[in-house]
Every structure is written in C-alpha cells, then in structure tokens.
T-cell receptor
Framework: AQSVTQLGSHVSVSEGALVLLRCNYSSSVPPYLFWYVQYPNQGLQLLLKYTSAATLVKGINGFEAEFKKSETSFHLTKPSAHMSDAAEYFCAGYQGAQKLVFGQGTRLTINP | DAGVTQSPTHLIKTRGQQVTLRCSPISGHKSVSWYQQVLGQGPQFIFQYYEKEERGRGNFPDRFSARQFPNYSSELNVNALLLGDSALYLC?????????????FGSGTRLTVV
C-alpha cells in the first residue's frame, strides 16, 4: 500500500531563498506522485506530477521536483521564493483503487 | 473553460441532520472523486465515480453515499451528521480513472456541524 510522508509541518524561508519541501513515499511499485498547493480558503491546485517518465519534473510557478527511487523521495524545490508562494503544500501518491493518498501538508511561510 | 464547480461553498448543519453536496466536473471529464479535508490534515479519499458507477470507496461509514448523473455531475450525501463530519469537502474531476490523467480539484464546500 502506498503511503506518503511530508517532513516538516511548517517551513519558513526568506524571500529570494531556496524552497525545499520534503516528501517520502512507500510503495512496492513505481508510483504516480503529485504536488498540490492550497491557498487559504481554496481548493487544491496541481503543481506537478510524476508518472514514470523523466525523473526531474517541472511544474508551474517555477517549482520542480525530483523522483529518487533509491531514496523513495519526491522533494519539491524552487530556487527563489516569492511572497506569493506562501501556502499549504501537499504531496500525494496514487495508491490504486482510484484514490490519491495525501501527506499531512507543509505550511510554507515567506519572510520579507 | 469552467473548472470544477462545487455548491454550496459554505454550509452549517445541526447534528443528526442530512446534507447533500454537489459537484460539476470540467466539461469532458467523466470521473468525479470526493475527498474530506479536516482542518490541519491532508484530504482523505471518500469515493470515486466513473460513468455513473462507483469505482472506489475509502474508509468512511455507510452514512456517506454518492452518485453520479448522466451529465457526469455528482452528489455526496451524508446522513446523521456528527460533529466530526465538519470539514472541507473537495470534489476532483478527471478524464478517466487512471492517476496519470491528473485530478483537478474544486474549491470545496466547507461544512460545519454544530
């Protein structure tokens, strides 16, 4: 069964600094993995997805994630943080049976 | 093009009551999934419907039910509401049932049970 763990419920970075949000998955089969962003009082917006193609996945708003099978990781990065990046970020994996399994979320705060 | 539309946006109900939440998928999307997001947690899968048939069910009690209509819109029903049912209910639509198609989420319905 697929499970997803996000390390760090809260990450704080300065504007212009590197953003690194960590996600590890557990699965015995090559997974489908996703990163979603949620702004206050809104639904989920897809940032990027990994579907067994290229291991480095580029998404919207300058975000990218690298699938590392040896580390069972799918960390999200952005070279330079903007104030508008402040939000809740969720890593999710496809477990089969037509469902996504989400991590607990990481709240990203950007300091001016 | 319109995204995934959910109604109502907010709802307050009393314990023991019943509630119906509605979802209209993106045009051309035949799959609708429902998720429950309790405050401070990630979304939890409730149901997926494709071509009006249930294709997946999460670990929720029988008080939760859903259906999909011929136009692919969907309703989620919750009976005998409990305080613990207070959450953001998210609907997601997809072209098909496979994860590689991707899921587009609506803005959700915020349900408060008092």
């Amino acid at each position: 069964a697929q499970s997803v763990t996000q390390l760090g419920s809260h990450v704080s970075v300065s504007e212009g600094a590197l953003v690194l949000l960590r996600c590890n998955y557990s699965s015995s089969v090559p997974p489908y993995l996703f990163w979603y962003v949620q702004y206050p009082n809104q639904g989920l917006q897809l940032l990027l997805k990994y579907t067994s193609a290229a291991t480095l996945v580029k998404g919207i708003n300058g975000f990218e994630a690298e699938f590392k099978k040896s580390e069972t990781s799918f960390h999200l990065t952005k070279p330079s943080a903007h104030m508008s990046d402040a939000a809740e970020y969720f890593c999710a994996g496809y477990q089969g049976a037509q469902k996504l399994v989400f991590g607990q979320g990481t709240r990203l705060t950007i300091n001016p | 093009d319109a995204g995934v539309t959910q109604s109502p946006t907010h709802l307050i109900k009393t314990r023991g009551q019943q509630v119906t939440l509605r979802c209209s998928p993106i045009s051309g999307h035949k799959s609708v999934s429902w998720y429950q997001q309790v405050l401070g947690q990630g979304p939890q899968f409730i149901f997926q419907y494709y071509e009006k048939e249930e294709r997946g069910r999460g670990n929720f009690p029988d008080r939760f039910s859903a259906r999909q209509f011929p136009n692919y819109s969907s309703e989620l029903n919750v009976n005998a509401l409990l305080l613990g049912d207070s959450a953001l209910y998210l609907c997601a639509s997809s072209i098909g049932t496979l994860a590689n198609y991707g899921y587009t989420f609506g803005s959700g319905t915020r349900l408060t049970v008092v």
